[in-house]
C-alpha cells in the first residue's frame, strides 16, 4: 500500500481496541520468566556449548601474540577462535564503524580478540584468563578537548546544501551583533552507556551452509544483510531469530561481537554456541553515546523574540565514525530569521560512538534548552512564555513548509497548568523545605517522525483467529500488543484471538525498532496487510469488501452477516510505503517537560520531587504501553543530567566506569513521581494509523528540564552535564 | 574464575586451621564480595572454606553491658535487632544505607567488615594496581579517581575502604574478636582493625592469614542522637561519595567518624572536642593532612557541609 494522501477515515478511527490502554500481551511471560530471550532458548538447538568473549586490554596497537596453548588444555574447552586466526578485519556490516573481529590491529579497548568455547560457561571463562596475548601499543587520540582543536565539518543531514561547512540561514552574525539580548554559552555532554539490562546475546547453530542464530536485535534486516555480509555467507543461507529484547536503546540496532563469536565459535567447535557479552565489556566493547562540546549563541528582541540562533557541536569517533547530530532539532524548532548551525567530529581512538536513544536530539536539547533558561532569565521572562512566543508552524528554512501537526503551545500551556507551574519563584534560591533548596525547571521536547516502510503478513485461521507475522521487534516497548491491537480492530475480533509473532528474518521485513519508528510504521505496515485480509475475507464471503463492516467477529454489509471465522483459512501480506508527506510535510513530535527538584542545601546532592510531561505525539495507540515508553525515557533523561558519564581515561583511552556499579544509572529511589499526558491528536499524515513515535520524545528535553530545575533550586548554573554534587557544591549557600 | 575446592567448616578453630595450612586458602561467608572477585580473577583462592555452618550467628549481652555480634550474622538481622535500633542506631542506619536488601540478606558482619575497595581500576585486571598485583602501579593515581581516598592515602595506592558498617562500628569503638589457626583469640580494636597501604596495599587489615573473626563487640551503649548520612549521586545502591557516623548528646559532643574518604574508616579522635562548636573546626583537623586529587578535592568540603547536616540533625 502506498501511503501519499492523507488519510482519510477507516476502520482504524472506530477505537475500539486501537486506542484502550490494553495491558501487554506479553506481560504474563515477562512476569513469570518465561519470555524466551535470546541466552535462554535453551530449546531451540541441543547440545549447547559456551563462549566466552576475551576483549583486548588496550586502546590502540597491535596484537603481538596470543598463546592459546595453556587455555586449550583447560578442562571443558571445545575451541578457540582468536583474532589472530584472520589476517584481516571481517568485513563491516552495516552502520559498524569499528571492525568487531578479526585482525592483529586493535581500534579500540576491549574489542573482541578470542572467543572461548566450552561445555560450561565457568570452564569456558576460566580458559579465557589463561590466554597470554601481547601487544605492541600504539598513541592514541583520547581526549575530546585536544582532538576538537583539529576537528572536521560534517553534513548535519541529507539535505544539507553545503555538507562541509556552516550552515546558515539569513545573516546570524549580524542580526546576533545587533540583538538587544544575547546568550553566548558553551556546554559539554558526556558520552552515555546504553546500559539496558539483556547484554548483547546470541546462540548460534550451523547446518551445513545454513547459519541460524537467536539474538537479541532492534532491526532483522539490516542485521540479517550485515551478518551475512561479515561471515561472507549467502543471505538465503542465514536466519535471525529475535522474539524478545531485553531492552536496546540503539545499542542493538547493528550487529554486534557475540552474533559474530557465536558463529565463528559454533563452527568451530562443531555445535551450537551460545554467547552473552560479559558485563564488564559492554560499555567499551560496544557502541556509547559520543560526547559533546556544544556552543549556542542566542540574540532576541527584548519582547523575548529570537533573531539569531547559532547551535554548534563538535563530538568525538573514531575516523570514519559519524558526528552526534546535536543541532538537528535546532533548525525546526523555534521561528527566528538567522540561523547558523555546524557540526564536527574530532577524531578520537576511544570506542565507537553511535545511536543512542535519540541521537541527537537528546544531548541537543539538554543544551539548547538550558540556554532558552538563560536568556529567559536575562530577558526576565517567563520561560514558557519564552518558547510560546518562539514558536512555529513552519519550517523556518522553508516556510512554505508547514508541519503537520504541531501542538506544542498546548503542550506547554497544558503543562504548566497541570504542574502548577505559576508558583514558580523566577528569582532562583528563593524556595526552602528544611534542607532542602527546592526549584521548578521546564524544557520543549522535539523529535521527528520518521516514516520507514514495513511490512506484515496476517493469517486467518479456521477457528477465526489471527496470526500476525512480521520480522518486527519488541524491545520492551509493547509491539507485540499493538500489533495485535491493530489486527483485532481491523478484523473486528477481541484481542485475545490475535497472535503476533516477531523478529524471525523469514517473514515480512519491518520498519524495526529505532528512531522512535517502531510503532507508526509497523502498525502501519499490519494495516496494510489487513486491508489485503478483509477484501480476500470479504470475496470469498460473497461481500462487497467496500460495504462490509467488520465487527464482533461478523462481517456484515446490508442485513447480511457471517462469522469472519467461515472465511479462513486466509493469508494475506502487504506493506506500507511512503510518498512525500513527510517531504511536503515537517512530522514532529513534541513536549512539555515540567520537573521539581530538591537540592540538598548541605551536600547538593539533587533529588527529583516530580516530573510531568505532556507529550503531542498523534494518534496513542496505546496509552499505557505509551506511557511506559515516556515514563522510561524520562528516567534515562534523569540519568543523563544528574550521574550519567562514561568517565574517560585519557592516558590509556578507555571508559574506566565500565559496568553497572559504576556507571549509575537511576535506580527507582530516584524517581519518585512521574506523570505524562498525551494530546491524542491523530495526525493525517503520518499514515493511515494517524500515530507517531513517542518511545524518543521522553529523553528529549528532559534533561534540561532537570538542569534548569536545579539552577532554579540554587542559582548555580552547571554547563556540564552530569549535574553532580561537586560541580555546584562550593556555591551553595554557606553552611553554620 | 580459577579452579578451587571446597569444605565447609564444624569449628572456628578448625576452620582457622584449614585456611592456615593451605597457601592461598580463604574464608567464605554470604560471598558476595568474595565471589564476585574471584569471577573477575581479582581473587583467585586455591581452597575455600565455608564458614556457614559454625553458629556464630547470633547476638548476645556482654558482661560489660554492650553487645557481642556473631561473625556470621547477616546484615540484615544486625540491623533489625530491637537492641540495636534502640541503642545503636547508627549501626542500624550506617547498614541499611548500604547494598540492597537482597544483599545484606546474605551479606555477613565478618564479609561485611573486609569487603575490598571498590577502585575500578582494582576491577579491570587489565590495568595495573599495587592492590591486586603488588608492584605493578596504581592505575587511579593521574587517572580516575572521582570516588578515592583524600587522605591516608600513599604513593602505592589511593583506594577507599567502601564500607558503610564500619564507619558506624568505628564510631561505636567496637573490638574484633578473632581466633588463629593454632586457637589463640585475640582483640583488635577497631580502629586498627584495617590498615593504611604504606607500601603493602595488598594488604586491607591487620588479620594474619588464617585468622578467623569469630564476633565484633559492641562496648556499652554511649546514648546521645545517632545519625548516619551517606552522600552520593544516586539515591539509593551506591558507595558513598563521603558519609559521616556520628553520636551526638544533648550538650553538642560526641564523636564522628568519615566514610568514603580514606583506606579505612576515618576518625580523629582529638578532633571531636570543638564538635559542640560545629563543624569547620572538627573538619579543618580532621582532614589536615589530606592530600586529595584534582577528581576527588571536593570531598572535603563536602565532608564538612555533611557533618554539619549531621549536627543540625542531632539537634532538630
Ligand atoms: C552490588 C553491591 C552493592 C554493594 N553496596 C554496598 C554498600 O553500599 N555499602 C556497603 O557497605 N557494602 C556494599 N556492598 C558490599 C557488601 O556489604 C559486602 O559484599 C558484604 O558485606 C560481604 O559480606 P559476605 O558475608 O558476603 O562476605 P564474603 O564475600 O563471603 O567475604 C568477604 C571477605 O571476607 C572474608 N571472610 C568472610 N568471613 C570471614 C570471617 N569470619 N573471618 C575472616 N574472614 C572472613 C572472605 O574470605 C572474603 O575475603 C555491596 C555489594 C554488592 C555486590
Ligand atoms: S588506588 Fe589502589 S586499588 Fe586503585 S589502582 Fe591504585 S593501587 Fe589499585
Redesign the pocket.
Known amino acids: 500500500m502506498k501511503f501519499d494522501t492523507p488519510a482519510g477515515t477507516n476502520p482504524i478511527d472506530r477505537l475500539q481496541v486501537v486506542g484502550q490502554p490494553t495491558d501487554r500481551i506479553d506481560g504474563p511471560l515477562k512476569t513469570t520468566g518465561t519470555a524466551p530471550y535470546a541466552y535462554e532458548r535453551h530449546d531451540v538447538a541441543p547440545n549447547q556449548a559456551y563462549g566466552y568473549i576475551v576483549g583486548a586490554g588496550i586502546a590502540k596497537g597491535r596484537i603481538s601474540s596470543m598463546d592459546t596453548r595453556e587455555a586449550e588444555r583447560a578442562p571443558g574447552v571445545l575451541a578457540i577462535v582468536t583474532t589472530l586466526e584472520h589476517a584481516k578485519p571481517l568485513p563491516l556490516g552495516k552502520m559498524n564503524v569499528a571492525h568487531l573481529f578479526g585482525g592483529a590491529e586493535v581500534a579500540h579497548y576491549h574489542q573482541a580478540i578470542a572467543l572461548v568455547v566450552a561445555e560450561t560457561f565457568e570452564q569456558a571463562r576460566a580458559a579465557a584468563a589463561l590466554i597470554r596475548t601481547t601487544y605492541a601499543r600504539s598513541d592514541g587520540r583520547f581526549d575530546l578537548g585536544k582532538a576538537a582543536l583539529s576537528a572536521r565539518y560534517e553534513p548535519i543531514d541529507d539535505e544539507a546544501p553545503n555538507p562541509q561547512d556552516v550552515e546558515r540561514v539569513g545573516d546570524f552574525a549580524a542580526a546576533f551583533a545587533k540583538a538587544p539580548v544575547t546568550i553566548d554559552q558553551a556546554y559539554t555532554t558526556p558520552g552515555e552507556s546504553h546500559a539496558m539490562m539483556e547484554p548483547f546475546a546470541t546462540i548460534a547453530a550451523w547446518e551445513g551452509e545454513k547459519l541460524t542464530v537467536w539474538t537479541a536485535n532492534q532491526m532483522i534486516a539490516w542485521s540479517k544483510a550485515s551478518l551475512a555480509k561479515i561471515l561472507s555467507i549467502k543471505p538465503e543461507n542465514l536466519r535471525i531469530d529475535s522474539p524478545f529484547i531485553g531492552g536496546g536503546f540503539g545499542g542493538k540496532l547493528f550487529v554486534r561481537a557475540d552474533a559474530v563469536l557465536a558463529a565463528l565459535g559454533a563452527k568451530k567447535a562443531g555445535r551450537p554456541v551460545k554467547v552473552a557479552m560479559q558485563r564488564p565489556l559492554m560499555m567499551n566493547n560496544s557502541t556509547h553515546r559520543p560526547a559533546t562540546i556544544q556552543h549556542v549563541r542566542l540574540g532576541a528582541t527584548r519582547d523575548g523574540r529570537l533573531t539569531a540562533i547559532h547551535h554548534s557541536s563538535t563530538s568525538s569517533n573514531l575516523s570514519g565514525g559519524g558526528p552526534e547530530v546535536a543541532v538537528q532539532q535546532t533548525k525546526l524548532i523555534y521561528a527566528a530569521a538567522n540561523r547558523e548551525y555546524w557540526l564536527k567530529l574530532a577524531v578520537t581512538d576511544l570506542p565507537e560512538g553511535n545511536a543512542m536513544r535519540a541521537p541527537g536530539e537528546a544531548p541537543g536539547l539538554m543544551v539548547l534548552e538550558m540556554a532558552m533558561d538563560e536568556l529567559a532569565e536575562k530577558l526576565a521572562m517567563d520561560p514558557v512564555e519564552l518558547r510560546i512566543v518562539n514558536d512555529t508552524l513552519v519550517d523556518p528554512a522553508k516556510p512554505e513548509r508547514r508541519f503537520s501537526q504541531r501542538h506544542l503551545v498546548e503542550c506547554l500551556r497544558t503543562g504548566a497548568d497541570r504542574f502548577g507551574w505559576s508558583r514558580r519563584q523566577a528569582k532562583p534560591a528563593q524556595v526552602r523545605d528544611g534542607h532542602w533548596l527546592i526549584g521548578m525547571g521546564m524544557a520543549v521536547g522535539f523529535r521527528n517522525n520518521l516514516l520507514q516502510k514495513s511490512a506484515a503478513r496476517i493469517k486467518l485461521g479456521r477457528d477465526g483467529k489471527l496470526t500476525v507475522e512480521t520480522d518486527m521487534t519488541d524491545i520492551g516497548t509493547g509491539t507485540y500488543t499493538i500489533l495485535a491491537q491493530t489486527a483485532a480492530e481491523m478484523l473486528g475480533v477481541p484481542i485475545g484471538d490475535v497472535v503476533v509473532k516477531l523478529g524471525d528474518s523469514d517473514f515480512p521485513a519491518s520498519a524495526g525498532s529505532g528512531g522512535q519508528w517502531g510503532a507508526n510504521n509497523s502498525t502501519a505496515g499490519l494495516y496494510a496487510a489487513c486491508v489485503k485480509l478483509r477484501e480476500a475475507a470479504a470475496q470469498k464471503l460473497g461481500f462487497n469488501a467496500r460495504d462490509a463492516t467488520f465487527a464482533d467477529g461478523q462481517v456484515k454489509a446490508g442485513n447480511r452477516s457471517l462469522p469472519l471465522a467461515q472465511a479462513g483459512p486466509l493469508t494475506a501480506e502487504d506493506g506500507i510505503e511512503y510518498g512525500t508527506l513527510d517531504k511536503e510535510y515537517q512530522q514532529s513530535t513534541f513536549a512539555g517537560h515540567f520537573v521539581e527538584v530538591g537540592v540538598d542545601i548541605y551536600t547538593g546532592e539533587t533529588r527529583i520531587r516530580r516530573m510531568l510531561a505532556v507529550c503531542d505525539a498523534g494518534r496513542i495507540i496505546n496509552p499505557k504501553s505509551a506511557r511506559s515508553q515516556v515514563i522510561g525515557a524520562m528516567t534515562m533523561g534523569a540519568g543523563a543530567a544528574l550521574m550519567e558519564e562514561l568517565a574517560v581515561d585519557k592516558r590509556f583511552g578507555f571508559f574506566v566506569n565500565h559496568d553497572l ?1 559504576s556507571y549509575e544509572v537511576p535506580v527507582h529511589a530516584d524517581i519518585p513521581h512521574q506523570e505524562v499526558i498525551f494530546l491524542d491528536y491523530p495526525d493525517d499524515k503520518s499514515s493511515p494509523m494517524k500515530a507517531k513515535g513517542v518511545g524518543e520524545l521522553g529523553i528529549c528535553g528532559v534533561g534540561a528540564a532537570i538542569a534548569n530545575a536545579v539552577y532554579n533550586a540554587t542559582g548555580v548554573r552547571v554547563r556540564d552535564y552530569p549535574i553532580t554534587l561537586d560541580k555546584h557544591l562550593e556555591e551553595l549557600p554557606a553552611i553554620a | 574464575m580459577r579452579a578451587f575446592t571446597y569444605e565447609r567448616a564444624t569449628s572456628p578453630a578448625q576452620a582457622a586451621a584449614a585456611v592456615a595450612r593451605q597457601p592461598g586458602a ?11 572477585l574471584m569471577k573477575l580473577e581479582i581473587e583467585t583462592p586455591r581452597h575455600l572454606v565455608d ?1 556457614q555452618d559454625l553458629k556464630l550467628d547470633t547476638i548476645e549481652p556482654t558482661d560489660t553491658g554492650g553487645l557481642r555480634i556473631g ?1 556470621l550474622v547477616t ?1 540484615t538481622a544486625l540491623a533489625a535487632d530491637p537492641r540495636v535500633r534502640r541503642d545503636y542506631g547508627v549501626l542500624t542506619r550506617a547498614i541499611v544505607a ?3 536488601g537482597q ?1 545484606r540478606n ?3 558482619t ?3 567488615l ?2 575490598r575497595t571498590r577502585c575500578p581500576y582494582f576491577y579491570d585486571t587489565n590495568q595495573p594496581c599495587n592492590k591486586r598485583k603488588p608492584g605493578s602501579g596504581c592505575a587511579a593515581l593521574g587517572g580516575y579517581s572521582r570516588q578515592l581516598a583524600v587522605i591516608g592515602t600513599s604513593e602505592q595506592c589511593i583506594a577507599t575502604y ?4 564500619a564507619i558506624a562500628l568505628r564510631v561505636l569503638d567496637a573490638t574484633v574478636e578473632t581466633v588463629a589457626a593454632d586457637g589463640r583469640t585475640r582483640r583488635i580494636a577497631i580502629a586498627d582493625f584495617h590498615r593504611l597501604p604504606g607500601d603493602t596495599p595488598q594488604r586491607d587489615t591487620a ?1 594474619e592469614p588464617g585468622e ?2 569469630t564476633a565484633v563487640t559492641l562496648p556499652k551503649p554511649l546514648g546521645g542522637r545517632h545519625v548516619y548520612r551517606k552522600v552520593r549521586d544516586r539515591a539509593s ?3 558513598a561519595l563521603v558519609s559521616v557516623a556520628a553520636v551526638i548528646q544533648r550538650d553538642g559532643t560526641g564523636r564522628v567518624a568519615f566514610g568514603g574518604v580514606a583506606p579505612k574508616p576515618w576518625r580523629v579522635e582529638a578532633a571531636e572536642a570543638t564538635l559542640p562548636e560545629g563543624a569547620r573546626g572538627v573538619s579543618a583537623r580532621v582532614f589536615a593532612d589530606a592530600r586529595p586529587t584534582e577528581d576527588n578535592r571536593f570531598k572535603i568540603p563536602l565532608a564538612e557541609r555533611t557533618l554539619a547536616a549531621v549536627i543540625a540533625q542531632a539537634k532538630a
Open positions: 556499579a | 580463604k574464608f567464605l561467608a554470604g560471598g558476595t564480595n568474595l565471589l564476585d564458614v561473625a546484615n548500604g547494598a540492597s544483599l546474605k551479606a555477613t565478618a564479609g561485611n573486609l569487603q567502601p564500607g558503610d558498617m588479620l578467623l573473626i545502591y551506591a558507595f
